[in-house]
């Protein structure tokens, strides 16, 4: 499901406002998104792969910035699901397919740093930061927010 079909507000939807001058187009995006509406978004690789959706977007509460979108890969029904932090630094927003893409191959992202829904990373941890963001080939200057 994309973020147009999961859209209770109806801010995606393009409303013209006519006035007495040319009509405007009005609302966010996909410069300024709802998190809520990414969720469950899916996730694609460079050769049109898809590699999961996103199940989270966590926050860093200490700067205000996006830090990681949590991408689910693998599974059936839910089980055998791996969870995997991706720096949102490293997503890019396909607004012409309405999903978004992360440059790695599938043999990568099975490889990468994950974990399951029981047992999550310290996303604070500034060891375990600086990993990901090398994993994903993200910079990371130390206060969780990507240069």
């Known amino acids: 499901m994309n973020y147009e079909q999961r859209d209770p507000y ?4 393009n ?12 609302g966010p995006g996909p410069q300024v998104m ?3 509406t990414l969720i469950g978004n899916n996730v694609y ?3 049109a792969e898809s590699i999961g959706d996103i199940k989270e ?3 860093d509460m200490r700067s205000g910035h996006v830090s ?7 599974g059936f029904l839910g089980m055998g699901e791996k969870l995997f932090a991706v720096p949102w630094a490293a997503l890019k927003l396909d607004t012409e397919n309405k999903r978004f893409t992360l440059d790695v191959d599938r043999a990568k992202l099975e490889a990468a740093p994950g974990f399951d829904k029981n047992h ?4 604070a941890d500034s ?5 990901i963001h090398s994993y994903y080939g993200t910079r990371y200057n130390g206060d969780n927010r990507p240069n």
């Not at 109806?10 to 939807?13: D, L, N, R, S, V």
């Not at 409303?15 to 009005?26: D, I």
């Not at 990681?68 to 693998?74: E, H, K």
């Not at 999550?120 to 996303?123: A, F, G």
Request: charged share 10%.
């Open 57 to 59: 977007i966590m926050l």
């Open 68 to 74: 990681y979108a949590v991408l689910s890969f693998g």
């Open 45 to 47: 690789n460079s050769k």
């Open 127 to 131: 060891a375990w930061e600086q990993g």
């Open 120 to 123: 999550w990373p310290d996303m």
């Open 10 to 13: 109806g801010i995606y939807k």
């Open 34 to 36: 709802g998190a809520n």
């Open 15 to 26: 409303k013209a406002v006519f006035t007495s001058g040319p009509s405007t187009v009005h």
